[in-house]
C-alpha cells in the first residue's frame, strides 16, 4: 500500500476510534455554563451572548433537524463530537507531514522504518489530543470550542499543505504554472469561517506566518524572527480590529448618515458600503491581474474571501429584525452589530493595570457613557416633535393617520 493511502486511511481510522470515544461520553442534556443558551440559540436560530456565534448557530440549526425536541441538546452535542474527531483526523494529518519533512531533510525518500515513524506519531499523537482532559471535555457538550478547535486544526492543515506543494515545487516535482497560493485562498475564506465560531480560530496566524517564513528563508536569524512575530501580530490585530470591527464600524456610519441625514430607507447605507467595497475590490482584482501583480492579487483576493467567510454574522442581524425570545442586545442594525462585536456591555478589564483586590468604585461622574445607540424605529412627527416612535410601519402609519384625523376636526 502507498504512503498516501496509508496516511489516509490510519487518518480516518483515528477519527473513527475518536468519535466512537466522544459519542459514547456525550452529555445527555447541558453542563451548567453557556451550554444551554449556545443549544438554544442554536435550535430556533436566536440571538445569544457578544460577539455571537452565527455559523455555530447555523450548522447546530442543521444538526436539530434530525431530533425531537427532547433531544435536540444531545445532537447538538454530537455535533460538538464530531468537530473535535474531525479536529484529530486533521491534527493527525499534520503531524504526519511535519514528521514527514524532518525525515527527508536528511534523504531523499522514506524507508519502512521511516514511514512506521511517521505514522506512529501522528496516530500517538492524535490519541494523546483526543483523551486530554480539557480537550476531550469540550467535545462532549454544546459549546463553540470544539468547531473552532476544527478551525484551528484544517487551517494549521492548510498552511503545511502549501508548504509541501512550495517544496515540491522547489524540487522540480510539480508542472510549471502550479500554484499552491490556493491554499493560502482557503485559509482566509477559513479564517473569515471561524470568526463566525469564536475568535480563537484567528490566533493561528502567527503559525502561519512562521512557516511562510522558514519557507523562503534558509538562515534564519534572531532578528527575522522576532519581526516576523510582531508582523503576525499586526496582521492579527488588522482581523480583530480592521476587519471585524471596522469593517462594521465604518458600515454603521454609511448606515446613520443615509438614513438621518440623507432620509434614505433603513439598510440603503449599509447597502451602498458594500457594493463600494466590492467595487474597489473588482478594480484592483483587475488591475493586479493585468500587471501581473501576485502579491496585490492574493492580498485583495484573500481580503474579499475573508469578508465572505465573516458574512456568517449577517445571520445575527437578520434574526434579530425577527425578535426572537432570546435576543440579546437587539443587533438589529449595523450600529448596535458594532456595540455587539466589540462586546462592550463587558466593559474592559487591562491586563497590566486595573484594580486591585482592595480597589474603591469611582465616582459615578468620572464613569464614560457606551457609544451612541441606534435602532430602526418608524417615527410620527409633528413639526420638530416627536409624537411617538414605532417597530412596525404599518402601525406608524395607523397612528399617523389618527393624528391627521384629530387635527382636521
Known amino acids: 500500500m502507498t504512503y498516501k493511502k496509508l496516511n489516509l486511511y490510519l487518518g480516518w481510522l483515528l477519527f473513527l476510534i475518536a468519535t466512537t470515544v466522544f459519542f459514547i461520553t456525550i452529555e445527555d442534556t447541558v453542563s451548567l455554563w453557556d451550554c444551554g443558551e449556545y443549544i438554544t440559540a442554536a435550535y430556533k436560530l436566536e440571538v445569544g451572548h457578544p460577539p455571537g456565534a452565527p455559523l455555530f448557530m447555523v450548522v447546530g440549526r442543521l444538526f436539530s433537524f434530525f431530533a425531537d425536541p427532547e433531544t435536540v441538546a444531545v445532537w447538538i452535542n454530537r455535533m460538538s463530537a464530531l468537530s473535535s474527531s474531525l479536529t484529530i483526523l486533521f491534527m493527525f494529518w499534520s503531524i504526519t507531514m511535519l514528521v514527514k519533512k524532518m525525515i527527508l531533510k536528511d534523504r531523499p525518500t522514506l524507508s ?222 449595523l450600529v448596535t452589530l458594532h456595540s455587539y462585536l466589540t462586546r462592550e456591555q463587558y466593559g474592559s478589564a487591562p491586563i497590566l493595570f486595573g484594580n486591585h483586590w482592595n480597589s474603591k468604585e469611582n465616582d459615578r461622574g468620572e464613569w464614560k457613557d457606551l457609544s451612541p445607540f441606534h435602532v430602526r424605529r418608524f417615527v410620527v412627527k409633528r413639526g420638530d416633535n416627536i409624537l411617538k416612535a414605532f417597530l412596525e410601519e404599518d402601525r406608524a402609519l395607523e397612528f399617523a393617520k389618527t393624528v391627521h384625523r384629530s387635527r382636521s376636526h
Open 112 to 333: 519502512t522504518g521511516d514511514k512506521i515513524a511517521v505514522f506512529a506519531s501522528g496516530f500517538i499523537g492524535g490519541l494523546a489530543y483526543t483523551f486530554s482532559e480539557s480537550f476531550w471535555f469540550s467535545a462532549v457538550e454544546g459549546e463553540v470550542y470544539a468547531m473552532s478547535s476544527l478551525f484551528t486544526a484544517v487551517i494549521f492543515w492548510a498552511i503545511l499543505k502549501w508548504d509541501e506543494e512550495m517544496m515540491e515545487i522547489g524540487n522540480g516535482l510539480v508542472p510549471k504554472g502550479y500554484s499552491p497560493d490556493r491554499w493560502l485562498l482557503f485559509i482566509m475564506f477559513m479564517l473569515g469561517l471561524a470568526i463566525g465560531v469564536h475568535l480563537l480560530g484567528i490566533l493561528v496566524v502567527p503559525g502561519i506566518a512562521y512557516i511562510i517564513y522558514f519557507r523562503y528563508k534558509e538562515k534564519i536569524s534572531v532578528k527575522g524572527f522576532f519581526l516576523v512575530g510582531i508582523l503576525s501580530i499586526i496582521v492579527l490585530g488588522f482581523i480583530q480590529v480592521g476587519v471585524i470591527q471596522g469593517s462594521i464600524s465604518m458600515a454603521s456610519k454609511f448606515e446613520v448618515g443615509f438614513v438621518n441625514s440623507l432620509g434614505m430607507p433603513f439598510f440603503s447605507g449599509t447597502i451602498f458600503f458594500f457594493a463600494l467595497l466590492v467595487l474597489v475590490c473588482i478594480v484592483l482584482i483587475r488591475y493586479a491581474r493585468k500587471k501581473g501583480k501576485r502579491i496585490l492579487y492574493s492580498s485583495v483576493m484573500g481580503l474579499m474571501l475573508l469578508l465572505i467567510g465573516y458574512g456568517s454574522f449577517a445571520v445575527i442581524v437578520i434574526r434579530s429584525n425577527a425578535n426572537p425570545p432570546l435576543d440579546e442586545n437587539d443587533p438589529e442594525n
